[in-house]
T-cell receptor
């Protein structure tokens, strides 16, 4: 089965401290990995992606993520958290589902992690 | 204007009523998706469409139907709404030539009484 796991329902961090939101995945073949953020009463916004190349990818709002193939992980990080970073974060992986056209890749999402940054 | 627009943004209805959620996009993407979000469950795929003639069921399609009226429009219908369909629904698009990131609408919050 192809899946994404976000082991923490909630992460609490003090403003100014580094933050990590964890994600592990299981997928056949090479993964395409994504992070999205959802602010209250808003849709999901794309943060960053890993396709190939450098294992450390940089994205919007100062976030970065590290791809670790041996640990099948793609943790989201930020060196210094802001209160405004408080939101729901989703990890996603491209998974393969059969369609009439012969097959394609559909993103599969984790359950989300609520990040709370305290002043 | 938003690239992916969902209407209505909020809807309260009664059990047994037919409901349509509409999605339109100006991104020019062929691929469109409907997801459902429930607290603690993340996003679950209801239906997806790779072009006007290609519609596929996702992991939770029972009780739902869709219509792809044009490249830019993808509607989700609940033929006879039930309370456990109370959720936040998202439409999304993606570029088939890209790596696959999704572009989401702002969501449609549906409450079935």
């Amino acid at each position: 089965a192809q899946s994404v796991a976000q082991p923490e329902d909630q992460v609490n961090v003090a403003e100014g401290n580094p933050l990590t939101v964890k994600c592990t995945y299981s997928v056949s073949g090479n993964p395409y990995l994504f992070w999205y953020v959802q602010y209250p009463n808003r849709g999901l916004q794309f943060l960053l992606k890993y396709i190939t190349g450098d294992n450390l990818v940089k994205g919007s709002y100062g976030f970065e993520a590290e791809f670790n193939k041996s640990q099948t992980s793609f943790h989201l990080k930020k060196p210094s958290a802001l209160v405004s970073d408080s939101a729901l974060y989703f990890c996603a992986v491209r998974a393969f589902l059969l369609a009439w056209s012969g097959g394609s890749y559909i993103p599969t999402f984790g359950r989300g992690t609520s990040l709370i940054v305290h002043p | 204007d938003a690239d992916v627009t969902q209407t209505p943004r909020n809807r309260i209805t009664k059990t047994g009523k037919r409901i349509m959620l509409e999605c339109s996009q100006t991104k020019g993407h062929d691929r469109m998706y409907w997801y459902r979000q429930d607290p603690g469950l993340g996003l679950q795929l209801i239906y997806y469409s790779f072009d006007v003639k290609d519609i596929n069921k996702g992991e939770i399609s029972d009780g739902y139907s869709v219509s792809r009226q044009a490249q830019a429009k993808f509607s989700l219908s609940l033929e006879s709404a039930i309370p456990n369909q109370t959720a936040l629904y998202f439409c999304a698009t993606s570029d088939p030539d890209g790596p696959g990131e999704l572009f989401f609408g702002e969501g449609s919050r549906l409450t079935v009484l």
